[in-house]
């Protein structure tokens, strides 16, 4: 009698993703309430990718202008163009803790958990995926200098909400 056991085998390449987004979220959670680097949004994932071993936000050409930052692979996009219209690239299901996000022009507005409404303004912004709510099409966030607050926070995008501008997510890439 022969045994056959078919079974998956993890590549080394998504082993040392998973390795590296594990390293980045539990720099992000280790540093809650701290201040790093300079305080700047930015800050938090430079030493994030640092800390874990993947390639520098500077190993890759600023996209699609100078001083949009990128991170790694693109993962997902999803913004408003000038009419207002929808534009998406991948899919949410594909964005994983540990993953960066990217906005620039980003105006979020909805309503609020209390009843009221909100209203939330990125120019030009850098964060770090904590988890992804899918079908709430919500993802929750490690960041810093967010509310003038210089100190590592969580906070929570819902999509749905996106009135202008765009956020971009990128998985990081090992060195």
Same mark, same amino acid.
């Given at each position: ?9 993890? *590549?080394? *390449? ?41 390639? @520098? ?59 009221? *409404?909100? *209203?939330?303004?990125? @120019? ?47 998985? @990081?890439?090992?060195?």
């Amino acid at each position: 009698m022969v045994l056959l056991i078919v079974g998956w085998l993890a *590549t080394p *390449t998504a082993l040392a993703d998973a390795e590296i987004a594990s390293k980045i979220v539990q720099f992000c959670k280790d540093n809650v309430g701290k201040q790093v680097g300079r305080g700047e949004c930015s800050d938090v994932a430079v030493q994030a990718l640092k800390e874990a071993g993947a390639k @520098p936000q500077t190993a890759f050409p600023d996209s699609p202008n100078k001083d949009d930052y990128v991170w790694g692979e693109l993962v997902y996009l999803y913004g408003k163009n000038a009419g207002g219209k929808d534009d998406r690239e991948g899919s949410l299901k594909d964005v994983q803790p540990g993953d960066i996000i990217q906005l620039r022009d980003a105006m979020f507005a909805g309503k609020a958990a209390n009843g009221g *409404t909100y *209203t939330q303004q990125s @120019p030009h912004h850098t964060s770090v995926v904590a988890e992804v709510k899918d079908k709430a099409k919500q993802v929750v966030v490690y960041e810093q200098n967010s509310n003038n607050v210089r100190t590592v926070t969580k906070n929570v995008y819902r999509l749905n909400d996106l009135r202008q501008g765009w956020i971009r997510i990128y998985r @990081p890439v090992a060195k």
